[in-house]
């Protein structure tokens, strides 16, 4: 016999009072705007707008603030929030090359044309807490210098001219879309490219790490690592032809890796390819090395039975959202399950120690 | 100041569409009463899937969706104005329509009015970044050892 039983309603009810009232916290501090996460916290829209794959700073600023900083909760409440808007196109593929970027390194070569712009970075600083910021003080303001308008090329076009590097293989045809069909494996890289865009940083961050520790070796170099703005431009059928909408800011990684040649092909540089919404370049970073690893089989690697390797495991496991909701469904009520398993092991119990039981 | 090339449809829309909302309003209000408008599809917000390239200059990849709001309006005189804007702001998609239908009224005059002043903004804003970056950019030297004496 099955018995459904309800209640709970009002201690859900004050629960979820009490959680507004702990998220304002102590009403004599001055409550937070989404507009000053938006501009203060901006790493952190970044981040829930890359991994709620949603590019909206207001709404990921809105998101942070409802999940008191949570930032899967946050990444959650964005991804519940886009499946509500229609989908009323796909943009033209982005022009990376044609980013106006504020920060360009390459770690590959010194002397590049564009430079090397370190841009609003963490890098070389101390990591010493500034107590400064403690205190409330002017706006600092960034220097500025005479502009330089010269092209900035992908680095990997550099090797690519003289076919140092693998080719990267033009194509129009049109990529699978894993929010429309569930993702079936083998991946195509396209495929894989999305997912890992949609991936958990800390995931990926540890992945691509044991890469670099051995377990699926793949020697990267940053060949570059470019953050700026790029136009959106969308195809409108009925005016018949495309218009910019907007810009978005992205962190681009290309990755330079060895690679030492195979029954076709001669000894070249393979790459491995990451991009992400907002400045996010650990992110972007993770991605690449990921995304070269899983690449071991069409570059005809050995299979060293490295977890970056593994596409299955990779890609099903990167997905915060999912790993959140199963994981964190053992905490809703499972008094049915359990009680069988309790019954079981009683069982089990009594015939194993008859002479106990009587 | 700004020159004034002849914009193709296309430009204008763009220019339209990343301008600053607050800034396009004010710009909008300079030129009087609006005009009565009919929608031909009131705003509508959606989302625009951007894809990316592999590795760049490679096949497209679904890189994620951005939030986009659309509308299409007519005026008095029969113009149809056509925005797609970035965000949610459907007063945004609505004067962005509203001065896509009224340049085509009056190229001239809507140029001076409002066209330019956006493109002095965002050529500020541009250069501004730009200006930025430009001192983040590494003058490497290198120094003399003295190695060979």
Same mark, same amino acid.
């Not at chain 1, 033209?92 to 044609?98: E, Q």
């Not at chain 1, 070796?217 to 940053?222: G, L």
């Not at chain 1, 469904?329 to 499972?334: A, M, R, S, V």
């Given at each position: 016999m099955y018995v459904a039983v309800k209640g709970g309603e009002r201690a859900i009810d004050a629960a979820h009072a009490w959680l507004a009232e702990a998220r304002r916290g102590d009403a004599a501090v001055p409550e937070l705007t989404v507009a000053q996460i938006r501009e203060q916290m901006t790493l952190a829209v970044n981040r829930v707008m890359t991994e709620g794959s949603l590019y909206d700073p207001d709404l990921a600023a809105l998101a942070i603030k409802q999940a008191r900083g949570d930032m899967i909760e946050a990444v959650f409440l964005l991804r519940a929030y886009r499946t509500t808007l229609p989908r009323l196109g796909a943009s033209?593929?982005?022009?990376?090359?044609?980013m106006t970027v504020q920060r360009r390194i390459s770690a590959?070569?010194?002397?590049?044309?564009g430079g090397q712009v370190l841009g609003p970075?963490?890098?070389? $600083? !101390?990591?010493?807490?500034?107590?400064?910021?403690?205190a409330e003080g002017e706006a600092p303001r960034a220097p500025t210098a005479p502009i330089r308008d010269e092209p900035v090329p992908h680095v990997t076009t550099l090797l690519d001219q003289d076919g140092l590097i693998e080719a990267t293989p033009p194509g129009e045809a049109e990529p699978g879309d894993l929010t429309r069909a569930p993702l079936e494996l083998p991946a195509d890289r396209a495929l894989r490219l999305q997912a890992l865009a949609r991936g958990d940083e800390g995931f990926l961050l540890s992945m691509a790490y044991s890469t670099q520790r051995?377990?699926?070796? $793949? !020697?990267?170099?940053?060949g570059e690592l470019r953050i700026g703005l790029v136009a959106v431009e969308l195809f409108i059928p009925e005016l018949g032809f495309s218009v910019e909408v907007g810009e978005v800011e992205l962190s681009e990684c290309e990755t330079i890796n060895q690679f030492m040649g195979s029954k076709t092909e001669p000894p070249q540089f393979t790459r491995g390819y990451g991009l992400a919404f907002g400045q996010n370049e650990r992110k972007a970073l993770s991605m690449s090395l990921v995304d070269r690893a899983l690449r071991w089989q069409e570059l005809g690697e050995?299979?060293?039975?490295a977890p970056a390797q593994d596409e299955e495991f990779v890609l099903s496991h990167a997905d915060n959202v999912q790993a959140t909701g199963f994981l964190e469904?053992?905490?809703?009520?499972?008094y049915v399950d359990f009680q069988a398993e309790l019954e079981l092991v009683r069982r089990l119990r009594r015939e194993a120690l008859p002479e106990a039981a009587e | 100041m700004s020159d004034s090339p002849a914009l193709s449809r296309k430009d204008v829309m763009g220019l339209l569409a990343k301008a600053a909302p607050d800034r396009l309003a004010m710009l909008i209000a300079n030129l009087g009463p609006e005009p009565e408008i009919a929608w031909l599809r009131p705003p509508e917000t959606g989302t625009v899937m951007l894809r990316g390239r592999i590795g760049a200059t490679g096949a497209p990849f679904n890189l994620g969706e951005m939030t986009v709001t659309r509308c299409v309006l007519r005026l008095p005189g029969g113009k149809v104005g056509h925005a797609h804007v970035q965000g949610r702001d459907k007063a945004h998609a609505r004067r962005a329509a509203l001065v896509d239908a009224l340049w085509q009224a009056d190229p001239q005059g809507i140029e001076t009015a409002i066209l330019a002043p956006l493109r002095d903004d965002t050529e500020a804003a541009r250069r501004a970044r730009a200006a930025r970056a430009a001192a983040t950019r590494v003058d490497f030297f290198t120094l003399v050892r003295g190695e060979d004496e």
């Open positions: 033209l593929p982005l022009d990376t090359a044609a590959t070569f010194k002397d590049l044309p970075t963490f890098d070389y $600083t !101390h990591r010493l807490l500034d107590f400064t910021l403690m051995g377990y699926g070796r $793949t !020697h990267a170099f940053v050995d299979d060293v039975g469904h053992i905490k809703l009520p499972h | -």
